[in-house]
């Protein structure tokens, strides 16, 4: 199962159910909406900036937006390496 994007979390258990167009959330955080739309989309990642933003308008600490897309970010990268990790990076003997 893919790794969920922050931009997926924020229409399908924000915007959608609280009947907030990504239009209107970017003008209430007093950002560009294509940012809005590039997240949402899963094109452009949830910086600090837009985590702040986020948290404040919807009352809750920016950090859940910064460790989604940490979350996001890692999970994609886990992915993507597969058993190369295993076979290039051996551990460091103590």
Known sequence: ????????ILHEDFLKPMGIS????????????RRINEIVKGRRSV???????????????AQFWINAQAYYELETAR?????RLDTEVSPRAA
């Open 1 to 8: 199962m893919p790794p969920v994007h922050p931009g997926e």
């Open 22 to 33: 990504q239009y209107r959330l970017a003008k209430a955080i007093s950002v560009p909406p």
């Open 47 to 61: 910086t600090g900036d837009t985590a702040l933003r986020l948290g404040r308008f919807f009352d809750m600490d």
């Open 79 to 83: 992915d993507a390496l597969g058993r």
